[in-house]
């Protein structure tokens, strides 16, 4: 059982990046998941979630994410991606997702001009 973060790097304020959060050994179809961030020297910090099909995959944000990331899923790939928009330096952070009782590894996401 495994989840998997990608898509992290270098972007300008305003610039845009989609996250990957890739699955091995269960189905994340079935399952709710949620993306979290933490920035150096904070708390971690739930961002955006989505529910499981069976649960009418509702989608759930932080304030500070509203209309600019979203969560969304490809059944057919086992991943949960994560676009964000509008990036902005506060934004920087290591990216994580979780389901169930997994964590990935972790994307670093840095922005900056």
């Known amino acids: 059982v495994q989840l998997v973060e990608s898509g992290g790097g270098l972007v300008q304020p305003g610039g845009s990046l989609r996250l990957s959060c890739a699955a091995s050994?269960?189905?994340?179809?079935?399952?709710?998941v949620s993306w979290h961030r933490q920035a150096p020297g904070k708390e971690r910090e739930s961002l955006a979630s989505i529910t499981s099909i069976g649960d009418g995959a509702r989608t759930y944000y932080v304030e500070s994410v509203k209309g600019r990331f979203t969560i969304s899923r490809d059944n057919a790939k086992n991943t949960v991606y994560l676009q964000m928009n509008s990036l902005k330096p506060e934004d920087t952070a290591i990216y994580y997702c979780q389901a169930r009782s997994n964590w990935g590894q972790g994307t670093q996401v840095t922005v900056s001009s």
């Open positions: 050994g269960f189905t994340l179809s079935n399952s709710f």
